[in-house]
């Protein structure tokens, strides 16, 4: 069952065009890691998937239903949650009062608080820690944990790795990992780590100045193919080199 569909979205900054017509289309439990360069567009995509910018052409279905015209708040209560680059935490408070909020105003279901500590065990001894507090690799667990309390049926996760130490990385991932084999949630992660996101997704997305130059299983491709489909390097051009 096609769980999400973005059929030619663009976004734009100003006059710039951030993404240009990119469509997709995903099962239900289905990993899909997006990758790209810096300012490829990807965590622009990411804000237009959870509602947090607007669409200048195009559509994104989920189950079947048009949720384009639709905010944050609304896309949250119909099963779409973003974790965001940056992690964005409310610093002042609590890791427990961060996720509470997320419980609190997402939808009910398997996630409860106590799912989320048992996934990040590291959460735990830190529930009454301010946010400012953690490091980079706690603070992407609250985030994501906080994503997931909102009981989602598509999270969205921008940046998993940027800025963690390789032990966190691994950590985050292997929490993943346990959620994707649950195949009861879609994922849709940006990641700038080329290894992870292949090792993790079921699909690839390359987006290249805002549009998809490469898409399908990571097996499809060389790894070549992908590098270059990432640095934006044109077949004809690498036959050069
Ligand atoms: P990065 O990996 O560096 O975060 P990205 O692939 O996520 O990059 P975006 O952040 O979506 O890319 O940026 C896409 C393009 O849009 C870039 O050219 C960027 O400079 C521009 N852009 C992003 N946010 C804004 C903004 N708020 N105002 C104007 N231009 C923006």
Request: charged letters at 25%.
């Amino acid at each position: 069952m096609t769980r999400l569909s973005v059929e030619g979205a663009v976004c734009r900054h100003g006059l710039l065009t951030a993404v240009r017509g990119v469509s997709f289309a995903l099962e239900a439990g289905e990993v899909l890691c997006v990758i790209g360069a810096n300012g490829a567009g990807k965590t622009t995509l990411m804000r237009a998937l959870a509602g947090a910018h607007p669409l200048a052409a195009g559509r994104i279905v989920l189950d079947g239903e048009d949720v384009t015209g639709l905010g944050t708040h609304a896309r949250l209560r119909r099963g779409i949650a973003m974790s965001p680059e940056g992690r964005r935490l409310f610093p002042d408070m609590t890791v427990r009062e961060n996720l509470m909020i997320a419980a609190e105003n997402g939808r009910a279901g398997d996630w409860t608080l106590d799912r989320v500590l048992a996934a990040f065990d590291q959460l735990e001894p830190l529930l009454d820690r301010p946010a400012e507090k953690l490091s980079g690799g706690q603070r992407q667990a609250a985030a994501i944990g906080r994503a997931l309390l909102a009981n989602p049926d598509v999270l969205l996760l921008d940046e998993v790795s940027l800025g963690l130490s390789p032990a966190a990385v691994e950590g985050v991932y292997r929490a993943l990992g346990e959620i994707k084999e649950t195949r009861a949630m879609t994922m849709i992660v940006v990641e700038q780590d080329l290894t992870c996101a292949l090792n993790f997704a079921d699909r690839i997305l390359c987006v290249t100045e805002g549009a998809v130059a490469l898409e399908g299983r990571p097996d499809d491709f060389t790894r070549a193919e992908i590098s270059n489909a990432y640095f934006g390097i044109h077949e004809k051009e690498s036959a050069d080199a």
